[in-house]
């Protein structure tokens, strides 16, 4: 979906450095999500943001950070606390809003950051 | 917390013949079942989703059925083409709070021409 970048594509990380992924989406979506995809396993969800100025852990929170100071920007910071942080990133975003009785929405996601370590 | 189950992990099939993936998921609370598709090294698309208010969905080639009462749902791809070569990902989600997804760990198609 052209409406969410993801940058860099990719990215190299050195011993106990921290990096951060960029998220941006322009579809005007309340909730974001940052993944971690690794080979031969689905999907995991690192943190997840519902509105500006909260967000909170999923289920593989630890070594990693996020912020959203905007509606339309949700970084992930990887600290030199991830040890085995070589992966593949993928940030989502979706509505909120609800249409009947329904409040999931589907998630659209970026075309992902493939971080490395040196 | 959500497990969602898929199988099988990969899948090998002939042009024009029919492909099915499976899932299974663990809390009767969840009620949003979509299905992506990932080519390699792109990005997830949403190929079809379903909700637990309905028994079976289709879209041309596509269709998803859910079993609420088993816990399962299921993806069919008649007349497979070549480009339907790729990894194919269920999702489980319940219906309030964060709109979580809960990934399978994939499929692997591949549609031998």
């Known amino acids: 979906d052209g409406g969410i970048t993801q940058s860099p594509k990719y990215l190299f990380r050195k011993e106990g450095q921290n990096v951060t992924l960029s998220c941006e989406q322009n579809l005007n979506h309340d909730a974001m999500y940052w993944y971690r995809q690794d080979p031969g396993q689905g999907l995991r969800l690192i943190y997840y943001?519902?509105?500006?100025?909260?967000?909170q852990k999923g289920d593989i929170a630890e070594g990693y950070s996020v912020s959203r100071e905007k509606k339309e920007s949700f970084p992930l910071t990887v600290t030199s606390a991830q040890k085995n942080p070589t992966a593949f990133y993928l940030c989502?975003?979706?509505?909120?809003?609800?249409?009947?009785?329904?409040?999931?929405?589907?998630?659209?996601f970026g075309d992902g950051t493939r971080l490395s370590i040196l | 917390g959500e497990n969602v189950e898929q199988h099988p992990s990969t899948l090998s099939v002939q042009e024009g013949d029919s492909a099915v993936i499976k899932c299974t998921y663990s809390?009767?609370?969840?009620?949003?079942f979509p299905w992506y598709k990932q080519e390699l090294g792109k990005r997830p698309q949403l190929i079809i989703d379903i909700r637990s208010n309905v028994g079976e969905k289709k879209d041309q080639r596509i269709a998803v059925t859910l079993n609420k009462t088993a816990k399962h749902f299921s993806l069919h791809i008649t007349e497979t083409q070549p480009e339907d070569s790729a990894v194919y990902f269920c999702?489980?989600?319940?219906?309030?709070?964060?709109?979580?997804?809960?990934f399978g760990t994939g499929t692997r198609l591949t549609v031998i021409p």
């Open positions: 989502a975003s979706s509505n909120r809003k609800l249409i009947g009785d329904w409040s999931n929405q589907p998630q659209h």
């Open positions: 999702a489980a989600s319940k219906g309030t709070g964060a709109n979580n997804l809960f």
């Open positions: 809390d009767s609370a969840s009620n949003y």
């Open positions: 943001s519902q509105i500006v100025n909260d967000f």
